[in-house]
């Protein structure tokens, strides 16, 4: 089985709920990680917005994760330091943890979560950007997996 990424709260490709928006409660949704390869010692998250009008906005960084993670529940709490030792990074507000979806009023975006499965953990300060997590992974990374939602306002 490869390894996977998703949510109970929408499938692939379909508008996210507005609970997990600016437009809501701005809560982190619930991930489902499937399929980790063997010798899977950490996972990485990122989940950014590559239809921006400034270019690609990172909506939550998480690294370090257990390799045997199964996902993560509703509402991860926005702390550099989770209780199980993953770590979060900035986000394009350079606020630690997950911010939702905010776009401009127009065509929806799309909003992507990226979990790579690494080698290794980074064992890294957090605060890291997704694009110090992306440039870490490179050489650890064994697998990657992506799962997409929709949002936008009219």
């Known amino acids: 089985m490869a390894l996977r990424v998703s949510s109970p709260a929408w499938k692939h490709g379909e508008r996210i709920p507005t609970r997990y928006t600016d ?3 701005d809560l982190s949704p619930p991930l489902v990680f499937e399929g980790a390869p063997p010798g899977t010692a950490a ?13 690609t906005w ?3 960084v998480l690294y370090d994760l257990p390799g045997t993670a199964a996902g993560l529940a509703e509402g991860v709490p926005t702390e550099p330091r989770l209780p199980d030792g993953s770590l979060q990074g900035r986000n394009g507000w350079s606020r630690i943890g997950y911010g939702g979806p905010s776009p401009p009023r127009g065509k929806p975006h799309r909003y992507f979560f990226r979990l790579y499965a690494l080698r290794e953990p980074l064992r890294a300060r957090p605060g890291l950007s997704a694009a110090e997590i992306e440039r870490a992974a ?17």
């Open 43 to 55: 996972l990485a998250l990122i989940c950014d917005d590559p239809d921006a009008p400034g270019g």
């Open 23 to 25: 437009d809501g409660e």
């Open 58 to 60: 990172v909506h939550w």
């Open 138 to 154: 490179r050489g650890r990374a064994i697998e990657s997996a992506s799962f997409m939602g929709t949002y936008g306002r009219t």
